[in-house]
């Protein structure tokens, strides 16, 4: 599934395609500097953990280009934009991930005083790598989501952990091109997402564009669908994993784990390395990021509550499939492997 989502332009800025425009408009945007890619990360113009990281990579460099062509790629320039970068959204890890990548790059550069061209070049080239890097993590994660996957299975889905979300073909939705490809006959539910609806807007936007049969329902379906017996796997991605095992997900992921529990559904998660945080204990230190209240229709004068993440705990999760194959309980002990 090869989607034109990201990519540089020849001038070395950054072209992406528009994410809120979908399904109906195919519009794409150039940015070359470190507010145009901060502005497109908050606004959801690129989303989805992996490619929030790529974004601001890819970000980094096309402003550190034109910082270097005007004489002002400085170390203090660069740590100012890379802070700026990193705050840009709070819970995908893979964004704080991929600064510090930049930022290593950038710090080594400048240690070797080497010109802003050669440190722009090099930012560049990171960039470049993490691209690519996300892109192999997908296949894999696609090829060991696959195998948990039954021929003939319906698999729910939430929000759009898919090539859209990713420099490849997704994290969980991998799973689901890699299953189709094998031809095991798959359907895909996809929940609405509310409220900025990317899994009807843009998980059944690409499954359809790909030839997999999609259907599209209510958040609110989910349940009866289950305790009808007519989901055999819900399969999700994450912006952020904990030590323990505990994962951040779009609002509404932590319904369906319970949900499928309560009904002997297997709850599966899929994220590459770069989505883990070792560094925190539990779930309950993820910072869950708070949206604008303008996302919710809701009556002038009601006051609105908008997190767009919640917290999975562990013990709903059946399994992690990653990049290094998949992973089971006990969480800590399988996790801390993955690094090892
Ligand atoms: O707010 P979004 O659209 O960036 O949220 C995206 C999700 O929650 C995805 O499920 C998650 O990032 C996994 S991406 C492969």
């Not at 959204?89 to 790059?105: E, K, Y």
């Not at 919640?310 to 992690?320: G, K, S, Y």
Request: glycine content about 8%; some cysteine; proline content about 5%.
């Amino acid at each position: 599934m090869k989607l034109d989502i990201i990519d540089w332009t020849p001038g070395g800025g950054v072209r992406f395609l528009d994410q809120t425009r979908l399904p109906r408009e195919e519009v794409y945007k150039e940015v070359d500097s470190i507010d145009g890619m901060i502005e497109a990360i908050k606004l959801l113009r690129v989303r989805g953990a992996p490619l929030i990281g790529i974004s601001a990579a890819m970000g980094l460099a096309a402003a550190a280009t034109r910082q270097a062509a005007h004489g002002g790629l400085t170390a203090a320039w660069f740590e100012d934009a890379a802070k700026r970068m990193a705050a840009a959204r709070p819970t995908a890890v893979n964004l704080m991930w991929a600064v510090n990548r930049m930022r290593q790059v950038a710090e080594a550069a400048f240690a070797m005083k080497r010109t802003p061209q050669a440190i722009a070049e090099a930012l560049r080239v990171e960039a470049q790598r993490i691209w690519d890097e996300d892109a192999e993590m997908c296949r894999a994660m696609g090829e060991a989501g696959a195998a948990l996957i039954e021929p003939g299975a319906t698999v729910m889905t939430h929000c759009n952990a898919g090539a859209l979300a990713t420099g490849g073909i997704g994290t969980a939705v991998a799973a689901l091109y890699a299953a189709h490809q094998q031809g095991k006959n798959i359907r895909v539910v996809s929940t609405e997402t509310r409220p900025l609806r990317q899994g009807a807007r843009l998980t059944a936007w690409e499954l359809s564009k790909a030839g997999v049969p999609v259907t599209s329902i209510v958040d609110s379906a989910a349940a009866s669908m289950m305790a009808k017996g007519e989901i055999d796997v819900v399969v999700t991605g994450a912006d952020r994993i904990a030590a323990n095992g505990d994962v951040a997900n779009k609002i509404g992921t932590y319904a369906l784990a319970v949900l499928a529990n309560a009904h002997g559904v297997p709850f599966y998660v899929a994220a590459p390395r770069s989505t883990f945080d070792l560094s925190l204990e539990s779930g309950a230190d993820i910072p869950i990021e708070e949206r604008a209240a303008g996302e919710v229709d809701a009556a002038p004068g009601a006051r609105v509550f908008n997190p767009a993440f919640d917290v999975t705990p562990a013990d709903l999760i059946a399994a992690i499939v990653t990049d290094r194959g998949v992973v089971r309980p006990p969480y800590r002990e399988n996790i801390r492997r993955l690094f090892d």
